[in-house]
């Protein structure tokens, strides 16, 4: 069973840096999607920046150049480099992985992807 573990999170002032990480392992034979997801209160649960298999990587719009995943396969952790933040990244910040999104691509939608983890709060102030 595979079971994602997020940490890192925290406070910041805007402006300011986090970095996340999920720790799970994952059978290296499959084709795994790893990806973050965030949820503000009263919003939807939204994309933030995705990586599959051979490392290629998706980011929301909102989080393109301030944002950096990335994943270290031996160690088997996935990592969200958090540069500039903002007031609206303000969020629970998820983990999810998936083994059967090849042909749909990892910037599927979250209800795409099994794997899940319990969140991180990161809350950036004015």
């Known amino acids: 069973q595979v079971q994602p573990v997020e940490s890192g999170g925290g406070s910041v002032q805007a402006g300011g840096s986090l970095r996340l990480s999920c720790a799970a392992s994952?059978?290296?034979?499959?084709?795994?999607?790893m990806g973050w997801f965030r949820q503000a209160p009263g919003k939807e649960r939204e994309g933030v920046a995705t990586?599959?298999?051979?490392?290629?990587?998706t980011y929301a719009d909102s989080v393109k150049g301030r944002f950096t995943i990335s994943k270290d396969n031996a160690k088997n952790t996935l990592t969200l480099q958090m540069n500039s933040l903002k007031p609206e990244d303000t969020a629970m910040y998820y983990c999810a992985l998936d083994a059967a999104l090849v042909w749909v691509g990892c910037g599927a939608p979250a209800n795409r992807y099994k794997y899940w983890g319990q969140g991180t709060q990161v809350t950036v102030s004015s």
């Open positions: 990586i599959n298999f051979n490392g290629i990587t």
């Open positions: 994952v059978d290296p034979d499959h084709r795994w999607c």
